[in-house]
């Protein structure tokens, strides 16, 4: 029999050269029913000497309405390894997780041109997560709710909370109390919300960067307040990047009365801090102290090691995956009709707080 003729043979064609009903045969490829034995191993080899090689992907797909892909939509997929490192270790961990479950996973990057949306329209998936960095493109947001399927945002439109805990104030409080320890009074912060608008790198007032930060940056700077800390001044990073830091390293260090300490909620403001303390001739920790959140690996940092809060990105895929797994389990009962079992507790991911080498007493 040639491959075009293997091609052609059908599951019909299969169950009845071994004397069963067609559901019966499909049952013994799906899995999805138990067959008996010497039925199974009878359409086996009817199906070996036809050539039968199982019902298509998207024969499957379309009969058991189940792709077991989940797309992971993120904007780290088109930049630099090192502009997101905490994405990718996400990455790793969704990926991981949905394979132990026999998942596949689509990465796909945002709705930005007419290419990137043929290709989100053209990929089917059972669920999807959003990671980081998807805030600016609306259509992105209404084509994934337009999908109708679990979906579980790691990014400015956050529903994180309902996947994975994280008591970041509880975090950031114990590190911003090394710094109060340390002496320091003139202290700043420096928060990131997705904003979109012209001024969004800017000093605003406390008060606008709470009302404008996703929850858990809100939560960080929550922590600062609660460790004492009466900020100077504030500054609104408007992205997650390095440059974005650069921005909020000039226009503090450019006060009449810098502080002496700089608190971030992300790793990469600190490390665009670092930059330009650098670049003045001001040594970090010496002449300025500061704090992270995150630790991943930046470049340019040489041996100096951040003051930073450890949110394990491989780690927290895995919960978040393990979350979207239970989601799609009870998706798929109440679809058939089966008792539904409820969500289980979301997991906590632990936030250890690494001193490092950037805090030290104010200088004089």
Known sequence: MTVAEHRNVTLAAVAAAAGVAKSTASHVFTGKRAVAPETADRVRRAAAALGYDGPSALGRALASGRTHLVAVMTYAVLEDPDTDPLSLGVL???????????????????????????????????????????????????YLASRHVPWIALDGAMTEESAVAMDDAAATE???????????????????????????????????????????????????????????????????????GQHAARALLDLPQPPTAILTTADIHAAGIVDVARERGLSVPRDLSLTGFDAVPLAGLGDLELATVEQNGRAKGEIVARRMLAMLDRELAERDGLEIEPMPAVEELPLPVHRGGTIAPPAG
Do not use: K, M, W
């Open 92 to 142: 790793d961990g969704l990926q991981r997780e949905f394979a132990h479950a026999g998942y596949g996973t689509v990465l796909l990057p945002p709705i930005t041109d007419e290419a990137s949306r043929t290709l989100a329209h053209s990929v089917l998936f059972d669920g999807v997560v959003s990671v980081r960095r998807l805030v600016g493109f609306e259509e992105t947001d209404a």
């Open 174 to 244: 114990r590190l911003a109390r090394l710094v109060l320890e340390a002496g320091h009074t003139r202290i700043a912060i420096a928060g990131y919300t997705f904003a979109t608008h012209e001024d969004a790198d800017s000093i605003v007032p406390l008060e606008l960067l709470l009302a404008e930060a996703p929850a858990n940056v809100a939560r960080r700077i929550e922590g600062f307040l609660r460790a004492g800390v009466e900020p100077v001044a504030v500054y609104r990073c408007g992205a997650v990047t390095r440059e974005s």
